[in-house]
């Protein structure tokens, strides 16, 4: 049974451009979620999508927007890229979008790295 | 708003040796609370979580209790192998919520 799983492992972007991250959710999961990382420090959540509609979204610009695909899988695009946005962007996927008690399962990551 | 509190690390410990890493919250209502583990080059697992006051979560030998209370929930083990050494992160769903607040993370090393 194959996990969560997201490409590319590494990116190197610069200053303005723009990237597309994707995820696969874990089979039989509806629900996925994008986290930011930044070196040393905890996941940030971005956004949640569900139904291919974005659901709840965190403290991130509209820079940062998404997609959900009618197999579930997503995309996470980052627009007018700064330096700052350089980190591990992780991809969680659950079933259904309730209740916070259900696991989320993580995928190993994107490395982004803007220079 | 929402937000989780996590010991400062990185914290190094002899094998055998008694583990606690602490975690306090900030959240209303009742949320539902994590300890998320993240071994070299792998993603973050789920280690264990309790989703009311006085629930105790435990795996693979480690445990947290949900302390209302004290708005705590530290994370404890009382012998830690070598194979423990990861970064853990504490964290929370708030009530009615999807998304999860993590805390910074501690970094554990085990030596032999």
């Known amino acids: 049974d194959a996990g969560v799983t997201q490409s590319p492992t590494h990116l190197i972007k610069t200053r303005g451009q723009q990237v597309t991250l994707r995820c696969s959710p874990k089979s039989g999961h509806d629900t996925v979620s994008w986290y930011q990382q930044a070196l040393g420090q905890g996941p940030q959540f971005i956004f949640q999508?569900?139904?291919?509609?974005?659901?709840q979204r965190g403290n991130f610009p509209d820079r940062f927007s998404g997609h959900q695909f009618p197999n579930y899988s997503s995309e996470l695009n980052v627009n007018a890229l700064l330096l700052g946005d350089s980190a591990l962007y992780l991809c969680?996927?659950?079933?259904?979008?309730?209740?916070?008690?259900?696991?989320?399962?993580f995928g190993p990551g994107t490395r982004l790295t803007v220079t | 708003g929402d937000s989780v509190t996590q010991m400062e690390g990185p914290v190094t410990l002899s094998e055998e040796a008694f583990l606690t890493i602490n975690c306090t919250y900030t959240a209303t209502g009742y949320p539902s609370l994590f300890w998320y583990v993240q071994y070299p080059g792998e993603g973050l697992q789920l280690l264990l979580k309790a989703t009311k006051a006085d629930d105790k979560g435990s795996n693979k030998g480690f445990e947290a209790t949900y302390r209302k209370e004290t708005t705590s929930f530290h994370l404890e083990k009382g012998s830690v192998q070598v194979s423990d050494s990861a970064v853990y992160f504490c964290a929370l769903s708030p009530t009615g919520a999807n998304n999860l607040f993590f805390g910074t993370g501690t970094r554990l090393t085990v030596i032999p």
């Open positions: 969680a996927s659950r079933l259904g979008p309730g209740g916070g008690s259900y696991e989320q399962y």
């Open positions: 999508y569900y139904e291919e509609e974005e659901r």
